[in-house]
Structure formats: C-alpha cells, structure tokens
C-alpha cells in the first residue's frame, strides 16, 4: 500500500513577524471576519451565511497586504470581497483595515486557495482577482502555477454568467 501525495501547492509560505498592530486586529476580528481553510475538507460553504447578506461575492487569491481588497471593498460595498492568503502579517494587515474602515463585505480565508474553491458552488462568484499569480520561472516549478488548465476549470465552475 502506498501514501497518498500531498498536493502540489501553487504557492510557498513566507514567513514573517506579525506586528502588535496586526496581531491585535487578527485576535479581535478573526473570530468575524475569519474562516480557516482546511486540506481535504468539501463541506459547502454556504456565502450568503459567511457574510450574513445576499449580494455578489468577489473571490480574490493572495491578497498580500490587502491594500488594495480593503480599497476595493471600500468604493464597492454592494459586493461581498473573500480574500484568500497564507501570508499571516498580510492576513493581520488587511483584517486591521477592515476595522479601520469600518468594513462588514470582509471576509479573509487563511489557507490554500484552491481547497477554498472547492468548496463554493458552481456559479456562486461574481468575479475572481488573482494579481500577480505565478511566481515559478523555472519550467521544473510549473506544476504548481496557479493559473493552468486543472485549477482554470475548478475556477471557472466557480463563477456565474
């Protein structure tokens, strides 16, 4: 009998300190605003639940510091933004501005974009971001882009017409 692969992941976790600022908002706002993405796990995520509304949702992978998903959110409030990130300074950055400016269409997702996707219904997003997405030159390091045909498709069931 052999052991199952792990997934190829299409990115790599970087590490970094979290500052007091991030640290704080991710202790009081997580428990709102968060939602822990778990390897192997298909139940549905139900995202009129997760944001408490029924409005189009947004699903943007690697957010980096949310910048620009708190911006985003800010000028767009009809729309419901799910970030997903596993950067954790970026996760703290971007929960204290969602409490800075006051942001309730906010949800952050920690853990790996494609286990997330999994889980939303076909024809549940309004939209995907992904800015900056494949980070592998090499050709021996293609496999884990995260735009190629496999995760396209997982994508593209995700979004509505």
Same mark, same amino acid.
């Given at each position: 009998?052999?052991?199952?692969?792990?997934?190829?992941?299409?990115?790599?976790?970087?590490?970094?300190?979290?500052?007091?600022?991030?640290?704080?908002?991710?202790a009081?706002?997580?428990?709102?605003y968060?939602l822990?993405?778990?390897?192997?796990?298909?139940?549905?995520?139900?995202?009129?639940?997760?944001?408490?509304?029924?409005?189009?949702?947004?699903? &943007?992978?690697?957010?980096?510091?949310?910048?620009?998903?708190?911006?985003?959110?800010?000028?767009?409030?009809e729309?419901?933004?799910?970030g997903? &990130?596993?950067?954790?300074?970026?996760?703290g950055?971007?929960?204290?501005?969602?409490?800075?400016?006051?942001?309730?269409?906010?949800?952050?997702?920690?853990?790996?974009a494609?286990?997330?996707?999994?889980?939303?219904?076909?024809g549940?997003?309004?939209?995907?971001?992904?800015?900056?997405?494949?980070?592998?030159?090499?050709?021996?390091h293609?496999?884990?882009?995260?735009?190629r045909?496999?995760?396209?498709?997982?994508?593209?069931?995700?979004?509505?017409?």
């Amino acid at each position: 009998m052999t052991a199952a692969h792990p997934p190829i992941r299409t990115f790599h976790p970087r590490r970094g300190r979290m500052s007091n600022r991030h640290a704080d908002a991710h202790a009081a706002l997580w428990p709102l605003y968060g939602l822990t993405v778990v390897d192997g796990d298909r139940t549905p995520l139900d995202l009129d639940l997760l944001f408490g509304r029924t409005a189009p949702v947004v699903l &943007e992978i690697g957010f980096g510091m949310g910048d620009a998903t708190a911006a985003t959110a800010a000028a767009d409030p009809e729309r419901g933004y799910l970030g997903a &990130e596993v950067h954790t300074p970026g996760i703290g950055n971007l929960l204290a501005l969602v409490g800075d400016l006051g942001l309730t269409n906010v949800r952050v997702a920690h853990g790996d974009a494609m286990e997330l996707v999994q889980r939303i219904a076909p024809g549940a997003l309004d939209a995907v971001h992904v800015f900056f997405p494949d980070p592998w030159p090499k050709a021996r390091h293609h496999k884990r882009r995260l735009i190629r045909p496999g995760n396209v498709v997982l994508l593209r069931r995700g979004l509505g017409p």
